[in-house]
């Protein structure tokens, strides 16, 4: 099968640059051509592989030490008082944005790493390790793989069909990502343990949020967290990550 699509929409696509009817038909097409699934599979690889953390600031003890010594120290006019209270109260409000945007940024890149894996799920020849419909074949596959154990709920009556599971790592944390397809969509589940380090790369927002093209929720049932990532309508995302939630609560 000719395939004309131009590989810069495909980075586009991969940066959420698209508007969302654009970049659901083209997942659409990545799924049926084997060029840009190859395609999107190599770009979700190098851009994994160069993606590093930014750069955290966090002021020192030296430095807060200094800026103590510098608001206290006895001034010889008014002015200078006021000068050195002025940059004072600047710099706390500096030290306040830049953690608000090392949080914001954080999630940001983490909520792009589980974007990357459900691309790469969806762009591969085979997108899981453990083919199966039934849940009591998917669940067993992995234990003695990760540190942790988890329910996968009833289907039948539902519009979710489950296709099979993979073993992936967010933030060197194993995790179970599941598939599911809703008539033409898939939708992946990241299940992980809850841990410190998850917390704050993944915090709660409560209800859904968009990423890219993608409609994203995020929620905890006992010591475990939930990522439910997809193209598929926001109410449709959002009783999957209930269901998911229920069967292991």
């Known amino acids: 099968m000719q395939c004309d699509q131009d590989d810069a929409t495909l ?4 940066d959420g640059e698209l508007s969302a009817d654009r970049a659901i ?4 097409h990545i799924g049926e051509c084997p060029r840009c699934a190859a395609e999107v599979s190599e770009l979700v690889s190098l ?3 160069l993606r590093v953390a930014r750069v955290r600031f966090a002021p020192t003890t030296e430095f807060r030490r200094k800026i103590q010594q510098q608001i206290v120290k006895p001034q010889r006019s008014w002015w200078r008082t006021r000068f050195v209270l002025t940059l004072a109260t600047a710099a706390v409000f500096l030290v306040i944005a830049s953690v608000l945007w090392i949080q914001h940024s954080r999630r940001t890149d ?3 790493e589980v974007a990357d894996l459900h691309v790469e799920a969806l762009a591969s020849a085979n997108p899981v390790d453990v083919v199966s419909t039934d849940r009591h074949t998917v669940k067993p596959w992995f234990q003695n793989k ?5 329910n996968i ?3 039948a009556g539902t519009e979710f069909s489950l296709l099979g599971g993979r073993l992936v790592y967010l933030h060197q944390q194993p995790a179970a990502q599941l598939i599911f397809t809703m008539r033409k969509h898939q939708i992946s589940v990241l299940i992980f343990q809850r841990t410190a380090e998850l917390a704050h790369a993944l915090p709660i927002v409560g209800g859904i949020e968009k990423h890219n093209s993608f409609s994203v929720e ?9 990522v439910v990532i997809g ?18 609560e």
Do not use: C, H, W
């Not at 990760?146 to 988890?150: N, Q, V, W, Y």
């Not at 193209?231 to 292991?248: G, W």
């Open 231 to 248: 193209d598929a309508d926001a109410n449709e995302i959002r009783k999957l990550a209930q269901m998911i939630r229920t069967a292991n």
């Open 25 to 28: 038909a083209l997942q659409q």
């Open 146 to 150: 990760i540190p942790f154990s988890f």
């Open 153 to 155: 709920p009833e289907l």
């Open 110 to 112: 983490s909520l792009g």
């Open 47 to 49: 851009k994994r592989s």
């Open 11 to 14: 980075v586009q696509y991969l």
């Open 218 to 226: 995020t929620s905890d049932a006992q010591e475990l967290r939930f």
